[in-house]
């Protein structure tokens, strides 16, 4: 049982345990009756628990809810923290109504692809500051947790292991022929430097929403000196942007063969 789990059961025991002690003074009381029905039965002093249970019930739900301890927290719920990472493609987002220091909470629904390749659709609830809301467009690939049991919901990634949000990537790539085992031992074992776009060309060809491109680019060597090379990538819509001319690319190559480079565009692109 989860800590958001034990927190809520406590809150409503407390909440049935705090009325039925109400309602018990009432019913049973037997002290003065001057005035007929005692009125001192149904206030007095028991009306604190009540009181406070009822205070207390719904901030403890709100606070438990799903995105609200990760905001304020800044990681990933405990359920989650170790939930395998898997890869979600924005579909849509909607407000919930709810808010925390006036930023609101966001249902993000999403297309994941988990770590065996299936794919399933689920949900995320988190709190986005209003500069972000705007980067939160359809077709928006971010890392998730999700748990192969419990696929209806997930949470983003929050806790900032890049490695493991590329290694899911990757993963998913070579599953759909994005890229070759060979590209990602370049962009493991690779030297990394700079390369400029300087061309750029769109064959057509597109696969799993995925267009390729080709570009040639103008790398930087560590001692200073350039060259040039050309290279193919298949990227998503949300990433075109990143490769339009004149941008500034992080490459990877190995210094035996500088033919063969690889680019490396980030998950949330």
């Known amino acids: 049982m989860n800590v958001k789990t034990i927190a809520r059961a406590i809150a409503a ?12 003074h009432g019913l049973t009381y037997d002290g003065p009756t001057d005035y007929g029905q005692s009125i001192l039965a149904w206030v ?20 438990t809810g799903d995105g609200i301890l990760s905001a304020l927290t ?3 719920s405990a359920e989650y923290r170790h939930a395998r ?15 925390l220091n006036h930023q609101p909470q966001l249902r993000i629904e999403l297309s994941v692809e988990g770590a065996d390749g299936k794919v399933f659709d689920s949900v995320a609830k988190t709190v986005v500051p209003h500069h ?10 971010l890392p998730v947790r999700y748990l192969p049991h419990r696929t209806d919901r997930v949470e983003l990634d929050l806790s900032g292991d890049q490695r493991a949000a590329q290694h899911a990537m990757n993963e998913a790539m070579l599953r759909k022929g994005f890229t070759t085992r060979g590209k990602l031992d370049i962009a493991e074992r690779g030297i990394a430097a700079q390369g400029v776009v ?27 000196s350039t060259f040039t090379a050309r290279t193919e990538k298949f990227v998503p819509p949300t990433a075109v942007g990143h490769v339009q001319v004149g941008r500034i690319l992080r490459v990877h190559y190995l210094p035996q063969d500088e033919s063969e480079v690889v680019i490396a565009i980030p998950v949330s692109a």
């Open 13 to 24: 025991a407390f909440l049935v345990m705090a009325c039925g002690y109400y309602l018990l």
């Open 44 to 63: 007095g002093p028991q009306m604190a628990l009540p009181i406070i249970a009822l205070t207390l019930t719904p901030i403890v739900f709100a606070f």
């Open 74 to 76: 800044g990681t990933n």
């Open 85 to 99: 990472i898997g890869l979600g493609t924005v579909r849509a987002v909607r407000h919930t109504g709810v808010t």
């Open 132 to 141: 972000q809301i705007a980067m939160l467009r359809p077709g928006l690939v």
């Open 198 to 224: 300087q061309t750029l060309s769109v064959p057509g060809e597109i696969r799993d929403g995925h267009t390729k491109v080709v570009l040639g680019l103008a790398i930087t060597r560590p001692d200073g």
